[in-house]
């Protein structure tokens, strides 16, 4: 049982609050030989750190990462690989009514319910600021993957954000890091900017869906019944802060179809089957098929916002709290890198776990 390490044979395992001096992950079971160094996983750090539009907190963090082990003359050496970053622009005084009182719709009360203490500085070990630990962790993994696996792809991009819908038929993959939402579609960005304005001025926040899709992914990793592919993806998209739903391929969608529509039918490819859809979203029985791998999931509303609510303090007394501090209008946005890095630890990790039981050899067909 362990309550902060995720992964079986590729892990790492996440320490740090938000307001502490530091937090970071330690990764074990990394490969040996792979090239690695603080610039390479600095890329994905720096397309989740806060502050860089005016679409996410202000709080300013570089979220510059330090290895202190596991890598030797820029390759990884299979030994644990210690990841720090430190925190260099808490505020803590925002926080002085969360002491005792309890954000409606945040973890602070279950925290307090179950520990009886609690950070509540920045929200502590609650904070979405964890992520920034998980996002390094997710760096290691595409280094190795990026070694093992070339020609894979893992893409993230909102499609959704409040009543405002990614128009799939305009999907441009390459408009995805050229604007603060991270969404495949250059012309709507303009109402989605107006839109999530309007929230933040109403002092309100907004929830997202975001989906991911990883390309190029070979056949056979997952295994049925507890050692699903879609498991894995699915808990590992629910690890992250706000997320209330995780859906694979057509997902809750699946409920309103037949079975004739539903099922993907097969073909004879050039080099294997080839599916004429892909509702399935790339697994079957739990393991790949070397379709698009697609997950989908949702994110609440940011928790902490400037209208008043109701709540009730640690005395009991029922009270309005207004929270202040830096936050997010749209926590989802940022989930999609966080979301990318959860993506490639479960792939990296489900990628070893073939390669121990099958040795990597596939069934053949024809
Ligand atoms: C700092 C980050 O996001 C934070 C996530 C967060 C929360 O409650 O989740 C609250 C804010 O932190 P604080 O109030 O401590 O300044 C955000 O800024 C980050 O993601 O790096």
């Given amino acids: 049982m362990s309550f902060n390490t995720f992964g079986r044979v590729f892990r790492f395992t996440t320490w740090g609050e938000s307001h502490g001096p530091a937090l970071g992950a330690t990764v074990d079971g990394c490969p040996p030989g792979i090239e690695l160094d603080e ?44 990841l ?4 260099t622009d808490q505020r803590s005084k925002d926080y002085g009514d969360i002491a005792q009182a309890y954000r409606p719709g945040h973890a602070d009360i279950a925290y307090q319910l179950k520990y009886g203490i609690r950070d509540y500085r920045g929200g ?18 595409q280094a190795v993957l990026r070694d093992l ?28 890091g050229q604007n603060p939402f991270f969404l495949p579609d250059a012309a709507a960005v303009p109402e989605w900017e107006s839109y999530l304005d309007g929230i933040r001025k109403a002092q309100n926040s907004v929830g997202a ?20 592919l879609d498991t894995d993806l699915a808990a ?9 739903g995780v859906e ?3 997902g809750m969608g699946a409920a309103a179809l037949t079975g004739t529509e539903n099922a993907d039918e097969i073909r004879m490819g050039n080099d294997g089957p080839r599916f004429l859809s892909n509702h399935a979203g790339g697994i079957l029985g739990g393991i790949s098929t070397g379709q698009d791998i697609v997950v989908r999931f949702s994110v609440k509303p940011t928790s902490s916002i400037l209208t008043p609510r109701q709540t009730i303090n640690s005395k009991g007394d029922e009270i309005d709290l207004i929270t202040k501090g830096r936050h997010d209008p749209c926590v989802g946005i940022r989930a999609v890198p966080i979301a990318e890095a959860m993506a490639a630890c479960v792939i990296l990790d ?8 099958t040795g990597g050899n596939r069934g053949e067909i024809g």
């Fill in 84 to 87: 720090m970053i430190e925190n």
């Fill in 124 to 141: 502590g070990r609650s904070s979405a600021r964890e992520t920034a630990a998980r996002v390094a962790a997710g760096g290691v993994a």
């Fill in 236 to 244: 590992a998209m629910m690890s992250i802060n706000a997320v209330k």
């Fill in 248 to 250: 694979i391929g057509e």
């Fill in 350 to 357: 489900h990628l070893m776990l073939d390669r121990a039981q």
């Fill in 149 to 176: 696996l070339p020609d894979l792809q893992i893409i993230g991009y909102m499609v959704q954000m409040g009543t405002l819908h990614l128009d799939r038929s305009r999907f441009d993959a390459g408009q995805i």
């Fill in 209 to 228: 869906a975001i989906e991911v899709l990883v390309r190029h992914c070979p056949p056979g990793l997952g295994a049925p019944i507890y050692a699903k």
């Fill in 39 to 82: 610039a390479f996983i600095q890329q994905f750090l720096d397309r989740r750190k806060p502050g860089t539009s005016r679409f996410t907190t202000q709080r300013k963090e570089p979220d510059q990462v330090r290895i202190l082990s596991g890598v030797f003359e820029g390759r990884t050496t299979g030994t644990p690989i210690q």
